[in-house]
């Protein structure tokens, strides 16, 4: 039997391939950025931890960051007004500057979302494991690599190890063939591959896109479908690299050159799964039955072609009436009518932008469509690059021109309007066109309604004023539109700024390579662990929603905070509090009195904890006194987070048990956990049901153990590695530290004050 490439790349990471109860992946590169670290450095602080390999760490800021005009900027501290963002970039900056950490930072123009700055210069690369405490991460898996992503907890793993804990997922092949059809861009792609396998279709599994749709795509079309893989549940997604992916790679700051060159590429090469590898699930799309679509509802696989109608729950209530609970939810939070047309639907507002389209590509397209037209009076529509690099590309190709012309907002890189962190904000009951990932309830600002489109279907629906169907403008007189242009993202141009004197990493320079901090003679003999969890009994508060996003555990706003604690209060605050009066809503059960001291949640809809990978999600369950979770299923990453914060996540796929386990709850009657034992029983001892729980964080839970002191103790084997790994693969290590200062590239902003001359 072969091997996908998934795992191959798994493989050649594994630090010690018999260590099957905690297997460690060597982490080749480790993306940061300002919302989930705050807390992770504090911890390695009070540990005397060090931070293991910062030549293999880059940074930069983009969530918080505002995206007004920055001509007067000075720096941060100065330019970003609201406190608790200032506290969080600040900080970042802090921590960087303390540990000697390249940063991209607001006075740079390399700065951008982690995932266009770490493809644009060449940080991510074929057969190598990338990580970022980022759900998105999975975009840097079109290049061919393993692109992981966890919570805090993870990224202060990686920090301390330069690993992290990685059980090998199944393997689940996307196959799509055949071309593409006029106005369709691989953003239609992915929401149809979530129309058809849902946010948890792909749960436990690493994707595979390949077949001869994706063959022809650019890479930042690849870069799309592999961005949303989480949103289908996935731990990851890639596409084997080919010569489109080492033609994009050539020549970025980032990757290897001469010699070095010509060693990897013969490497990459060979990175492929092999014809007689195993697939778990094998999905087959026909390119010729996408077409451009939309999300209608509250969940990103709320999915309908822009010819298509709003769903109507009645044709759910027999068969699936957890799908027509759902859709009556989207529906009223969405304010729609059942079977209205796509196109029908008007919108306030239109957002091109974040880690799934704001690349050149996705500009180019849009401004196709936008040349010569106007956007409608009714909307308000910006334009957001993904970094400073993509916005000089832009300005340089005249982009900016045709944007502005045609009435959009043209504003500096960050995230943006794609979840409500920093000023981008809907107000509530506004509607957006949106080119992001998440349409959830509050994402882009509390009361807020997102759809999901591509940037060119974004621009049609600016221009109409509603929902509209990118088609009715090809060949249309004014700004008629190249279709391959369109779906494969046309020329090449480089989006990676001037650099005067180009850096080449050659395995010349390895003499002087870093040298690790190693742990040994900084560690300290007792460390601060997590909350010991043996057995726990108490009133189960019952909740039964499916797909319970960690948006929605809490929302964006509170993602600023730089300590762990103090999320109880706004935990469920959507569900919890009037959004208007902000007064509890007495039908919610957390605000009902037994339950607002229950210790156990029981949720009776699948895939809890879907979406983004905020570890806030969990600390907030903790913080309001939440220390175990009961559900049919969990999305990976929320599952991986919960245990490394002493809050135990239970799987229950006996429905009738689960039944049970909510009865009692809803009938206010205590429930027993049993940890050790590995089993629930009622009030009176009996037993309800037996459940699984992985023998290593069993004894982590049981024994209040941190990961990192147990992987410490794995030091000479991940040093071993380490030194193999620089042996193997020279061009990976050796070439972040070589990043040249904004300022010697002629990247600094005029105006700032805080420039690093590294
Ligand atoms: C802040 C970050 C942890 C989060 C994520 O993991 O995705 C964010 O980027 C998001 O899109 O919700
Ligand atoms: S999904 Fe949005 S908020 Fe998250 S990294 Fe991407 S752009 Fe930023």
Request: proline content about 5%; charged content about 25%.
């Amino acid at each position: 039997m072969g091997l996908t490439l998934y795992d191959k790349i798994y493989q050649q990471h594994l630090v010690d391939p018999d260590n099957k109860t905690a297997p460690l992946q060597y982490v080749d590169a480790h993306l940061i950025f300002e919302v989930p670290t705050a807390q992770a450095f504090d911890s390695l602080r009070r540990n005397s931890r060090p931070v293991r390999r910062t030549d293999l760490t880059l940074a930069t800021v983009d969530h918080n960051v505002p995206t007004n005009n920055r001509s007067q900027y000075r720096n941060a501290a100065f330019f970003v007004k609201e406190p608790a963002a200032r506290t969080q970039i600040t900080l970042l900056e802090k921590n960087i500057t303390e540990h000697k950490i390249k940063f991209f930072s607001m006075s740079d123009r390399r700065q951008g979302i982690v995932h266009v700055v770490g493809p644009e210069q060449g940080l991510t690369l074929p057969g190598s494991v990338i990580f970022c405490g980022d759900s998105h991460t999975p975009t840097h898996g079109a290049v061919g690599a393993l692109a992981l992503s966890g919570g805090t907890s993870d990224i202060e793993h990686v920090l301390a190890t330069q690993t992290v804990l990685q059980k090998k997922y199944k393997n689940f092949r996307v196959c799509v063939e055949g071309e593409l059809g006029p106005g369709v861009y691989s953003k239609d792609i992915i929401l149809h591959l979530l129309g058809q396998i849902g946010t948890a279709g792909a749960t436990g599994c690493v994707i595979e896109f390949c077949g001869s749709t994706i063959w022809n795509l650019s890479m930042e079309a690849r870069m799309v479908l592999c961005n949303m893989s989480i949103e289908g549940g996935a731990r990851s997604g890639l596409v084997a690299p080919d010569d489109v992916t080492f033609e994009y790679l050539k020549g970025r700051p980032l990757v290897p050159s001469g010699d070095d060159w010509e060693k990897a590429l013969a490497y990459w090469q060979t990175l492929h799964s092999d014809v007689d590898a195993y697939w778990d699930f094998t999905v087959e799309i026909d390119a010729a039955e996408i077409v451009p679509s939309i999300t209608w509802g509250t969940s990103p696989d709320d999915v309908i072609p822009i010819t298509g109608r709003i769903p109507d729950p009645v044709d759910y209530d027999g068969t699936n009436p957890f799908k027509a609970a759902a859709i009556r939810r989207a529906l009223k939070y969405m304010d729609l009518k059942p079977n209205m047309l796509a196109v029908d639907i008007k919108i306030d507002r239109v957002f091109i932008g974040s880690c799934t389209n704001s690349r050149i590509e996705d500009l180019r397209a849009a401004a196709r469509v936008a040349k010569g037209r106007k956007v409608a009076e009714s909307v308000y529509a910006m334009i957001v690059p993904g970094s400073g690099l993509v916005k000089q590309q832009a300005e340089k190709e005249g982009l900016d021109v045709i944007f502005k012309e045609a009435g959009f907002d043209w504003r500096e890189a960050g995230c943006s309007m794609c979840l409500a962190m920093n000023p981008d904000v809907l107000s509530p009951g506004e509607r957006c066109a949106s080119t992001t990932n998440r349409n959830f309830e509050g994402r882009q600002g509390v009361g807020g309604r997102t759809h999901l489109v591509s940037p060119v279907m974004a621009v049609a629906a600016a221009i109409k004023g509603r929902m509209a169907d990118v088609r009715e403008f090809l060949n249309a007189e004014n700004g008629s539109i190249n279709v391959t242009q369109l779906t494969l993202g046309g020329e090449q141009v480089r989006s990676y700024g001037p650099v005067k004197e180009p850096i080449s990493v050659s395995t010349s320079d390895l003499v002087d390579d870093a040298i690790p901090n190693r742990p040994t003679q900084h560690a300290k003999t007792s460390v601060e662990g997590i909350p010991k969890f043996d057995v726990l009994s108490s009133v189960a508060a019952p909740f039964d929603m499916q797909n319970i996003n960690t948006d929605l555990i809490i929302p964006g706003e509170y993602l600023k905070t730089v300590t762990r604690t103090g999320l109880g209060s706004n935990l469920f605050r959507d569900l919890r509090y009037d959004t208007k009066t902000h007064q509890e809503i007495p039908e919610f059960i957390l605000n009902q009195p037994p339950y607002r001291n229950s210790q156990i949640l029981v949720c009776t809809g699948e895939n809890f904890g879907c979406g983004s990978s905020r570890e806030h999600a969990v600390w907030s369950l903790v913080d309001f006194g939440f220390r175990c979770v009961i559900a049919p299923s969990f999305a990976s990453i929320f599952f991986n987070n919960c245990g490394k914060n002493g809050l135990l996540a239970i799987p229950v796929d006996d429905l009738e048990a689960l039944k049970e386990i909510h009865a009692n709850g809803v009938a206010n009657r205590e429930i027993r956990v049993d940890l050790p034992n590995q089993d629930i029983r009622d009030a009176e001892g009996r037993l309800i049901v037996k459940f699984e729980v992985d023998p290593y964080t069993k004894h982590c839970l049981i024994n209040g153990l941190d990961d990192i002191s147990n992987t410490l103790a794995s030091e000479e084997k991940i040093y071993a590695f380490e030194t193999r790994q620089k042996k193997t693969f020279p061009w990976l290590f050796n070439r972040i530290r070589k990043l040249q200062s904004p300022r010697r590239l002629g990247l600094d902003l005029p105006s700032a004050m805080d420039v690093l001359d590294w």
